[in-house]
Each structure stands twice: as structure tokens, then as C-alpha cells.
């Protein structure tokens, strides 16, 4: 049999599309076995996602060009929430995004700058703390600083901070739930 230069370029491009569709698992969907603990996954964009004590779940990624883009879905829901921009910015993400859930609160860590993702400080870093039914943050953005390290909560009081220690001084912010983020503070060690 022979075949033609046209031919050859058909079939060469059919047996492409048929390897990535067959390597990608085609357009299939996650089903739950009977017997398995099996959810459907993740959405493949988040950067960081997390569990929370009731079964929901929390996933932002870093959206190139626009900013923080917040998702979440409710206990046993395989749907999630529409996109939400927490922070507006066109500058570049840093390798870094945290959250952390403090029972049905979350918070989370994020950073932009130029060269950011190459070790260069970020110009941009944001605190958010979500909480309720997640469709409302609240966000503080600090400028020229070196990022949060760290966040923790209160048990008396639940109020959370999020800190940067230096060996001269801590950095502090601190969020309560009736009145929102509180101006940064700097603290001598």
C-alpha cells in the first residue's frame, strides 16, 4: 500500500489527538465507588486548597495578569462556587500562597513583585480572612514588605495574627471578626 505525503500528515495527526486524548484520561469524570472514600478531585489550577472541620473546602490560585481568585464548595457538594478576585494586581505571584483554617475561619498568605518567584522581596502582601458561608473577605494589603510568615489564632479571644519576625523586631497584624484588620504594628524583640 502506498500512501501520499497527505496521507501521511492525516494519519500523523490522528494518531496525536488519540495519544493526548488517551494520556489526559479523555473527558471522563470522577465517580464515587461504593465502598471507597473517593471524592471527585481538585481543580487542577488551585495553588493551595484546604479542608475544613465541617467538610467544606477552600482552593485559590494566583490568575496571571488579574490577582487572588478564591473558590470554595460546601460539605458533600461536588460544585464550586463561582471565581471571587480577593486581590486585584497585575504584578507577578511569588512561590508562595498558605492557607490555614482555624475551625470554620480561613486565612490566607499571599505575595505578588517583580522577580518575586526568583527570591527578589514581593512589593504586595495580602492577609485575607474568610468566613461564614465564604462569600465575603476581608483583605489588607501591605506595601514594599517582606511577606507574612506565619498566622496564628488566639483561643480566648479568636482573634488572628499574622506576624514576620526579624531579629531586631516582630511584625505584626492583627484581624478580630467585629472590626476587621487593625493597623500593622511593629514590635522590639
Known sequence: ?????????????????????????????????????????????????????????????????????????????????TPHLLHRTTSDPCQSLRLKAFGTTVAAIANWGVYCADGEPPTESLAAVGTGNLSEWDTDVTPDFDGWDAVKASEETGELSFTNGSVESVTRLRWRRTEGFSDVEEIPR
Not at 488517551?22 to 478531585?41: I, L, S
Open 1 to 81: 500500500m502506498r500512501v501520499r505525503g497527505h496521507q501521511v500528515l492525516i494519519l500523523t495527526c490522528a494518531a496525536a489527538l488519540l495519544g493526548a486524548t488517551a494520556a489526559c484520561g479523555g473527558a471522563g469524570t470522577a465517580t464515587k465507588r461504593p465502598g471507597t472514600a473517593r471524592t471527585a478531585p481538585s481543580h487542577a489550577r488551585f495553588d493551595a486548597e484546604i479542608s475544613l472541620p465541617d467538610g467544606r473546602r477552600v482552593g485559590m490560585y494566583y490568575a496571571t495578569g488579574r490577582g487572588l481568585v478564591e473558590q470554595h464548595r460546601g460539605t458533600g457538594s461536588a460544585a464550586w462556587s
